[in-house]
């Protein structure tokens, strides 16, 4: 069924770009938006969270301290 969506032309080029990047037509960006707003699929952060769900919560605190070297800047990195 068509439909007529009527956005400022500001919002047009955001959609146009972010539907390029995505590799969609911005008809399909916007079906997906809609699909992801309503429920019928799990957004990106919905599926990561699912997936990371295999690690108990002291594996995961135990990993966050690990990955806390990586935050670290020497400067001897970078002469």
Do not use: C, Y
Request: no cysteine; hydrophobic share 40%; charged share 35%.
């Amino acid at each position: 069924m068509p439909l007529s969506l009527r956005i400022p032309p500001e919002t047009e080029k955001l959609l146009r770009k972010a539907a390029q990047k995505a590799g969609l037509t911005k008809t399909a960006f916007i079906l997906d938006a809609i699909k992801e707003k309503m429920g019928l699929v799990k957004s990106r952060e919905h599926m990561i969270r699912d997936l990371a769900g295999w690690m108990s919560p002291e594996e995961s605190e135990e990993l966050r301290k690990n990955m806390e070297l990586f935050n670290q800047i020497s400067d001897g990195d970078w002469t």
